[in-house]
């Protein structure tokens, strides 16, 4: 692949990209919202691009988020590094969404954060399947314990 081609290359594997990508900036503003986000949460770029984070973060985890959100742009550090995180999300519809997703902290040429690029998942059917499943499992297990 040519060097000119690389930009364009890169535009359209986020611009159509079926997993949500998305940057926001040191203050936690949405910069950057594909298709992929608009797929997995329900609002276009128009309405989430320049809002907060908190349109996707559940009210109930939001202080801890922003603490962490915090911390990692003033240290320009994150505790998950490579790690695939899984957490709650919010839809536009407010149902919940369960997300895995991995992230990439973007640093200016001083090595001070810039903001947070996520590529995000929705394993929602997932995470439901394996709830019921280690629910079945505990229900045979006590099954068995008063049965012996």
Known sequence: MSDSFAPQCYQQIIDQAPDAVLFSDREGIIRLWNR???LVFGYSA???LGQSLDLIIPERLRGRHWEGYRQAMETGETRYGTDLLSVPA???DGSQ???AFSIVML???????NGVASIMRDVTAT???EKALK???AELEDVQGDGA
């Open 135 to 137: 629910k079945r499992i």
């Open 46 to 48: 128009a309405e989430a």
């Open 97 to 99: 969404l369960s997300c």
């Open 36 to 38: 992929g986000c608009e």
């Open 127 to 129: 995470f439901e399947k």
């Open 107 to 113: 640093k200016d040429e001083q090595g001070k954060p």
């Open 90 to 92: 919010q839809g536009r």
